[in-house]
């Protein structure tokens, strides 16, 4: 994250995606080629996957560590920005 933008390096895809926001404001969400760093694609939504999939345990544990997990993030801007 730099200031109000936010690259992801995808392993599915060659170019990065860059997001650039304003507050929590989505302003552009594009395809850049990480060599010349030129905006290739200009998108209105897109989907990120995780790079690693991981088998969760369901029951108790797991519920302790959602609720761990939702602690951690209640005052970050990204647990707001996701709702």
Not at 18 to 43: A, K, N
Not at 71 to 82: A, H, I, K, P, V
Request: aromatic share 14%.
């Amino acid at each position: 994250m730099k200031g109000d933008v936010l690259e992801i390096g995808p392993a599915y895809v060659d170019p990065f995606v860059r997001i650039e926001m304003f507050g929590d404001e989505v302003e552009e969400i594009c395809y850049v080629d990480p060599t010349t760093c030129e905006i290739l694609q200009s998108l209105d939504v897109i989907n990120i996957y995780p790079a690693k999939h991981f088998v969760t345990p369901k029951g108790i544990a797991f519920r302790r560590l959602c609720r761990r997990l939702e602690m951690s993030f209640e005052n970050t801007w990204m647990f707001s920005w996701l709702g």
